[in-house]
Nanobody, 124 residues
Framework: VQLQASGGGSVQAGGSLRLSCAAS????????LGWFRQAPGKEREFVAA????????YYASSVRGRFTLSRDGVKNMMYLQMSSLKPEDTAVYYC??????????????????WGQGTQVTVSS
């Protein structure tokens, strides 16, 4: 599977952005797709993930209630709607795919395929 992330940008605190991740190359029915982010000088961290078949979404505590993850099975697209953005949400956001479903969905090592990052900058 190949992944292409888009939708990043600059926004003021309290604003919203929607990130998109286009998936291609394979049937996704057995996959988990997720978003991770990496701020300057920090490790890459889990943001959210969704099971493609059931649409069950999981969130980091830092974004729960502000971010909403969804997918479009027809278009093979995953969306991360980000609201009430904070300066600490500033990071490069990466979408990732886990096809073998081994390990925790919260761990970046569980994901075999990564898209390129998209920058999100939130100013105060």
């Amino acid at each position: 599977v190949q992944l292409q992330a888009s939708g990043g940008g600059s926004v003021q605190a309290g604003g919203s952005l929607r990130l998109s991740c286009a998936a291609s190359g394979r049937t996704l029915s057995t996959y988990v797709l997720g978003w991770f982010r990496q701020a300057p000088g920090k490790e890459r961290e889990f943001v959210a993930a969704i099971t493609w078949s059931g649409g069950n979404a999981y969130y980091a505590s830092s974004v729960r209630g502000r971010f909403t993850l969804s997918r479009d099975g027809v278009k093979n697209m995953m969306y991360l709607q980000m609201s009430s953005l904070k300066p600490e949400d500033t990071a490069v956001y990466y979408c990732a795919a886990d096809g073998d479903l081994e390990g925790s969905i919260y761990s970046l090592t569980s994901y075999e395929t990564w898209g390129q990052g998209t920058q999100v900058t939130v100013s105060s």
